[in-house]
């Protein structure tokens, strides 16, 4: 999956938000992470559901990461 650097980066993006506000931001990421986990595992590897909820995971994993290397930036 590509992701645009000028998405991630833009300057006027990170500055709307506060450290504090990007630490809060990794509770409900990770709260959907461990909710989608959950869910998967009612369902066979191969489905649809399974699958979708693969691809939700791979994105919050993603955003959990940006969001922690934004903070970890902040110092």
């Known amino acids: 999956m590509y992701i645009s650097k000028s998405l991630i980066t833009d300057e006027n993006v990170l500055d709307k938000y506060t450290k504090d ?3 809060e931001a990794l509770r409900p ?3 959907i992470i461990s909710k989608c ?3 998967q ?3 066979a590897e191969g489905t649809s ?3 979708r ?3 939700m995971i791979k994105a ?3 955003s959990r990461s940006l969001i ?3 903070i970890r930036k902040r110092g």
Do not use: G, N, P
């Open 21 to 23: 506000e990007l630490i």
């Open 29 to 31: 990421v990770s709260s």
């Open 37 to 39: 986990e959950k869910a």
């Open 41 to 43: 595992q009612k369902f």
């Open 49 to 51: 559901h399974h699958t």
């Open 53 to 55: 909820f693969k691809s």
């Open 60 to 62: 919050m994993d993603i």
């Open 68 to 70: 922690k290397d934004e």
